[in-house]
């Protein structure tokens, strides 16, 4: 379908958020519409959200997730443990552990996996920084927290094998059943590793 | 879920994109590091387009169409036949229109339908404005093009009324089965409309 645009400036705005991911051009149309109808303030808080955040936005230069600060608020509280170190692959991992509550050690973002058919390799990643840390000492543990699969996997391979020099522990989170499924339903790789994998019965789920 | 974001400034451009309809938080986190990874200029596009549309758009000062000019281009056109006027709910059904490219004469964008439930009444629409245009003269035909909905046969009914002291033709566009559609799936209500306004076989479908 042409669209004959009545006006180059609408064009222009939905041309923008059809780029996108996930957003078409009719999307992209009424989300346009929808802001057209707000006042002026809104759209321009709008707007200058994103360039802001390009603008302005750090890197933590220890853990390289996002922040406000040279150093992320994560790794610069005194009640983290800084001798465990979790690997995960982007920002949004972080968020997502964060969110569980459960862990109290630093991050490492590695902004990716390795993955050849995406032309991804090592170097593109934060790995000779994650090195670089456990080289100056101070980590004892560094957990492997990607996802479950052939990249990830890869990766965690080679970060393995690049931290062998050194002393540290190097652990994985743990694959099995996802709390609330059903065995019948799992498939059996999972179910394979959670037999070999087993842990002692301890009364708590 | 309490989302902890690392950075105020990612929390913001989440929270702007996040009041979009039909974007919720996950989204628009998708969304917003998904602009993070352009670079600066893409950004500032991005950004720049919704503040400059919501600045420097105009409506048409005829039809009320979106215009980057006072008078838009379809008014202005002369090859337009200016006697016919096809009232319409928004920009979105003028767009509509014109993509059949089986209509030549002008538009009237009323801004939308009565609707009580919403507080939209007449006043709210360019309904007077409708009104304002037959009585100059040179309109010939109204075609009302509403929705098929209870609040677009009030709005017609309405517009009706308002119109009924001049000498214009007033129609409807043509309510029927959808082309290529299967009568038994035809709810029995358009089909009996359908059947009731039959039209004469000219062997054209």
Redesign the interface.
Known sequence: ??????????E??V???A?????GRK?A????????R?D?QS????????????????YCKVCH????TET???CANPQRDASTVCVVE???D??AV??TQQYKGLYHVLGGVISPMDGVGPSDLQIASLVERVRQGGVKEVILALSSTMEGDTTNFFISRKLAPYDVKLTMIARGISIGDELEYTDEVTLGRSIVNRTLFTGMM
């Open positions: 379908m042409n669209q004959q645009y009545p006006s180059s400036l609408l222009k705005a041309g923008e958020f780029k996108l991911p996930g957003i999307t149309m009424r989300l346009v519409l929808h802001l057209l707000q002026i759209v321009e808080s709008f707007g200058q959200s994103v360039i802001t955040l390009k603008r302005e936005v750090k997730n996002i922040s406000d992320c608020k994560i982007n920002i949004r972080v968020m964060e969110n």
